[in-house]
């Protein structure tokens, strides 16, 4: 049986995970749509795009969570399969949402913007102010984002060591069976040769074994 820290069952780990990932997955769904719906016109071609990706994303994870939490439930490796497929591919589309978004904090025209915003809200504020703040803002994202993806992974690897769990279970049942329908299945008797009696029949007295040709 596969398991995760240590003890725990990976059965369990994915029947507590799917229920996470379902509730986020339909929150973060649920925000995107009810934004996307209150922009509305006001909204700009970018926000749209990102709002509809983020929308449709999370809420296919959280209906293929829900697959999963039945999965775990009946052990059922088809439903679990495809809940460990959306989590991969929810793993990887936040490893590059991830990635624009830190180099979008570093890019020129990003910090000039935030500078301006923030002595615009604080008057006293001076440029050297509001960039070490802002290096402060960064470090913490890039440390929260790193620590979330490798959660996300760890969760990854765990739904994937259920489904293993799962396979080699379907490969010993099936060859469980197979030995069953053996042990039960009537013995072959092969009829073998009874040694000592003439392979061909005696000549009739007074016949030769020769046949004249002549």
């Not at 180099?103 to 990003?110: K, M, R, T, V, Y």
């Amino acid at each position: 049986m596969e398991t995760f820290c240590c003890c725990i069952p990976v059965r369990f780990g994915v029947f507590i995970l799917s229920l996470l990932t379902a509730a986020g997955g339909g929150l973060v769904s649920g925000v995107s749509w009810a934004q996307f719906v209150k922009l509305g016109s006001d909204a700009t071609t970018e926000q749209k795009v990102i709002l509809i990706i983020a929308g449709v994303i999370y809420g296919l994870l959280a209906i293929f969570s829900i697959f999963g939490f039945i999965g775990s439930v009946i052990a059922s490796r088809p439903l679990v399969k495809s809940y460990s497929v959306i989590l991969w591919i929810n793993f990887l589309l936040s490893l590059v949402a991830g990635g624009l978004a830190i180099w979008q904090l570093f890019a020129g025209n990003a910090v000039q913007t935030v500078i301006d915003s923030c002595q615009a809200s604080d008057p006293n504020a001076t440029v050297d102010d509001c960039t070490d703040a802002y290096k402060v803002v960064r470090i913490v994202y890039i440390v929260v984002y790193a620590v979330f993806e490798l959660i996300v992974l760890y969760a990854c690897v765990i739904v994937s060591r259920y489904v293993d769990q799962l396979s080699q279970e379907k490969m010993f049942h099936s060859v469980e069976n197979m030995e069953h329908a053996m042990a039960h299945q009537q013995p072959v008797i092969i009829q073998q040769p009874v040694y000592g009696n003439p392979a061909y029949a005696p000549l009739p007295a007074g016949s030769s074994p020769y046949v004249n040709k002549a």
